[in-house]
């Protein structure tokens, strides 16, 4: 196509400009594949209640492994890719490369810090008991990707999902110009007004009606609609 100034070619890449990075799940799970297939989503208003009476006895009935965060946590498994490390048992973390960053360009830069303190499943246990953790994991990850990758705190994304994809609690840090997956408004809460939300009232995510969206084929959404609640 050609209209003006703008036209649109098929382009053919030699080999050494064609890589393709790729990550293997093996051997994966019902539910690794349906999180890579393409289903239609519904949105879900959770209120403190609903989490109490469906989400957590729903996340309490899975078992859905997270040993691989508990490898990585006691360096049994990817100690060499580790970026920064606070050790403290209740306020520390580790903030390690995600695996859709290859690390060779900054554009789509994507960290996780990941807290050493085992039981916090998500934003919903979230108390001001976890302020100290949470300021470590915003001032000590900002530093730490200054000083290794030149990225300065304003130039990040720094947020927590809910629902996460797995339930132990971790950060991500992105470049703020990277559309990254699931930094979308009904996902992504930023840390920094976590923390400022904590602040005000120390239960506000006990209390508050968070807004997510589940696929058609997830379980939760069934049990949602089970209640009248979708």
């Not at 093996?26 to 609903?50: F, S, V």
């Not at 691989?68 to 946590?73: D, F, R």
């Not at 990707?145 to 609690?169: C, D, E, M, T």
């Amino acid at each position: 196509m050609s209209n003006d100034i703008y036209s649109t070619y098929h382009l053919y890449p030699p080999p050494q400009l064609s890589e393709i990075k790729t990550t293997v799940v093996y051997p994966a799970t019902e539910k690794h594949l349906q999180k890579y297939l393409r289903q239609d989503a519904y949105l879900i208003c959770e209120t403190g209640e609903d989490y109490k009476n469906i989400t957590l006895p729903f996340i309490q009935s899975q078992s859905f492994s997270i040993q691989w965060v508990y490898n990585i946590l006691e360096k049994k498994a990817e100690a060499d890719r580790i970026i920064h490390e606070n050790p403290d048992s209740s306020n520390g973390f580790i903030l390690i490369p995600d695996f859709k960053w290859n690390q060779k360009q900054l554009d789509d830069l994507y960290l996780i810090a990941i807290c050493h303190r085992r039981g916090i499943k998500s934003l919903r246990d979230l108390t001001a008991e976890h302020l100290p953790l949470l300021r470590n994991i915003l001032q000590e990850g900002k530093e730490a990707i200054l000083k290794r990758f030149g990225v300065a705190g304003s130039q990040l994304r720094i947020y927590l999902h809910y629902q996460p994809s797995y339930f132990h609690l971790h950060v991500h840090f992105t470049a703020l110009s990277y559309d990254a997956p699931g930094c979308s408004v009904e996902r992504a809460h930023l840390l920094s007004d976590v923390i400022d939300n904590l602040e005000l009232d120390p239960q506000y995510y006990q209390k508050r009606t968070l807004t997510f969206a589940l696929r058609a084929d997830e379980a939760l959404l069934k049990k949602f609609q089970e209640a009248g609640k979708a």
